[in-house]
C-alpha cells in the first residue's frame, strides 16, 4: 500500500517535470517527513528524543541546465523560483518556502558541493505546515539533490547539520536537530533514538509488522501569543541554573526531587519546578520506551506514552482539549481494544497525536477517533497510518 502511494508520488513528479520543462529529468530523490514518537520538548534541554521517518515524502525530480541558475518549481506551492547557485547568497527579509530551498543550496554550496544550473520540480506528500516536518524534509531532499548533482558525497551527521543551518539562518527557525536527523539518516523498521547533546542517533527496531504508527490530525492549531515557547525555554534555563547545571539533561529525577525548594518561590509559585519535571521526566520515559520497545515489552511502551502525554498536558502545559479528547479516546479504547499507546506529539497547541496500535486493528480504531472525537469537537480529524521508513536517497543519477 505505502509503497504504492511513494511509486505513485515518484511518477506523478516526472510527469509534472516533463510537463514543466519538456524532457525527462536524470535525477530523483526523495526525503521522508518524521514524526516524534516520544522525547518532546527536551532538545533544547540536551536531552533525549525518539523520532521515526514516516512514509511521506518530499520528492525532487531534476536535471543539468546549461544556465547560471536553478530554476525550481513548488508543485505544493504552485509556485517558480530561480535560485542562485553561486556568489554570496545572503537569506531574504522575508521568509517563504523559497528561503528553506536557497538555504540549503547556499549551505551545502558551502560545503562544497559545487552545481552547475538545473532545473527541478518539487513534490511533497508531507503536508505542510502540519507538524510532519516537511521544511526538514525539504531541506534533507535538497541537500541530497546537491550530492547528486555536485557528486559530494557530505557527511553522516554533516548533511543534518547543514539543513538545520539553513533553517536557522535562511528560514530564521531557532529548530533543533531531531527533524533534520531523521530524514537524513533515518532506516526501515527502525526509530531513532537521539541524543541531543551528543548528536549520536542510536537506531531502534521498530519492525514487529502486527504494530503500525498512527498518525491522527487534530485539525486544530491554536493561536499562540509568541511568549509560549520562550517562556517555557526560560523555565528550564533558570531551574537548570538553580540546580547547578547548564543542561537539565544533567539532573537526575532524585536530584530534582531532593532540590524541589529550590524552584519554588513567590513569582513563580511552582511552575519552574513543574517545568523541570517534565523536562527530565520525558527523558527518563524516552530512555525506558527505547528500552521496552527493544525487548518487546508493550504494556510498558505505552505507558510511557501516556505518561509523556499527562506530564506535557499538566506539568509543560501545552496540550489543549481537542488533543486531549483524541488520548482520551485512545486510553478508552485501550491496551485489549488494539491501542497501545498515545500521546501529543509535536510542538503543542493543537496539530497531530501519535498512537502505536494492533496493525489488524487500524481501520476499526481509526474510525473510531474520527467518530467520536467529531461528535465531541464537532472536528474533522484527519488519519494515517504508517511504519517506520528509510530516510533520505537517490533514487536515480
Ligand atoms: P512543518 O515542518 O511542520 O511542516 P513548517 O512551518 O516548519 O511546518 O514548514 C512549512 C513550510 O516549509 C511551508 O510553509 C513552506 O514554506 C516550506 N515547505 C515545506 N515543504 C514544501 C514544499 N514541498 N514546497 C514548498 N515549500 C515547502
Ligand atoms: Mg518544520
Not at 141 to 156: C, H, I, N, P, Y
Amino acid at each position: 500500500m505505502s509503497d504504492q502511494l511513494f511509486t505513485k508520488l515518484i511518477d506523478e513528479t516526472k510527469a509534472l517535470f516533463h510537463e514543466k520543462y519538456g524532457e525527462s529529468p536524470s535525477v530523483l530523490v526523495a526525503a521522508p517527513g518524521r514524526v516524534n514518537l516520544i522525547g518532546e520538548h527536551t532538545d533544547y534541554n540536551g536531552g533525549y528524543v525518539f523520532p521515526m521517518a514516516i512514509e511521506r515524502y518530499t520528492v525532487i525530480a531534476a536535471k543539468p541546465t546549461s544556465a547560471d541558475v536553478a530554476t525550481i518549481y513548488s508543485h505544493n506551492t504552485g509556485e517558480t523560483a530561480p535560485f542562485a547557485i553561486s556568489g554570496e547568497i545572503k537569506p531574504a527579509d522575508k521568509v517563504r518556502w523559497t528561503s528553506y530551498v536557497q538555504g540549503t543550496i547556499a549551505c551545502a554550496l558551502e560545503k562544497g558541493a559545487k552545481v552547475g544550473g538545473f532545473n527541478a520540480v518539487i513534490n511533497s506528500s508531507v503536508p505542510l505546515g502540519g507538524g510532519l516536518s516537511s521544511s526538514a524534509s525539504l531541506e534533507v531532499a535538497v541537500a541530497t539533490l546537491m550530492e547528486a548533482l555536485s557528486g559530494v558525497k557530505f557527511g553522516k551527521t554533516e548533511k543534518p547539520l547543514l539543513c538545520q543551518k539553513a533553517e536557522h539562518v535562511f528560514a530564521k527557525m531557532a529548530c533543533g536537530i531531531m527533524d533534520q536527523f531523521i530524514s537524513a539518516l533515518g532506516e526501515k523498521d527502525r526509530a531513532m533514538l537521539l541524543d541531543c547533546r551528543s548528536q549520536e542517533p542510536k537506531m531502534i527496531p521498530l519492525e514487529d509488522p502486527e504494530v503500525s504508527v498512527l498518525i491522527t490530525n487534530s485539525n486544530v492549531k491554536h493561536q499562540l501569543t509568541g511568549s509560549e515557547y520562550p517562556e517555557r525555554r526560560a523555565s528550564c534555563e533558570e531551574a537548570a541554573h538553580r540546580l547547578g547545571v547548564s543542561l537539565l539533561r544533567d539532573v537526575s529525577f532524585d536530584t530534582l526531587m531532593a532540590n524541589r525548594a529550590k524552584l519554588l518561590d513567590d513569582q513563580h509559585g511552582d511552575r519552574l519546578f513543574k517545568r523541570a519535571r517534565h523536562a527530565i521526566g520525558e527523558d527518563v520515559r524516552t530512555l525506558a520506551m527505547a528500552d521496552a520497545l527493544v525487548k518487546g515489552e508493550w504494556r510498558v511502551v505505552g505507558e510511557q506514552m501516556y505518561a509523556s502525554h499527562d506530564s506535557l498536558r499538566d506539568d509543560y502545559e501545552v496540550s489543549c482539549r481537542e488533543i486531549d479528547i483524541l488520548v482520551e479516546i485512545a486510553r478508552k479504547i485501550g491496551f485489549d481494544g488494539g491501542v497501545i499507546g498515545s500521546r501529543i506529539t509535536g510542538g503543542g497547541f493543537g496539530g497531530c497525536t501519535v498512537s502505536l496500535v494492533r496493525t489488524d486493528k487500524v481501520d476499526e480504531i481509526s474510525e473510531r477517533y474520527i467518530r467520536e472525537y467529531k461528535a465531541q469537537t464537532g472536528i474533522d480529524a484527519t488519519i494515517f497510518s504508517t511504519r517506520a521508513a528509510q530516510g533520505a536517497r537517490v533514487l536515480q543519477e
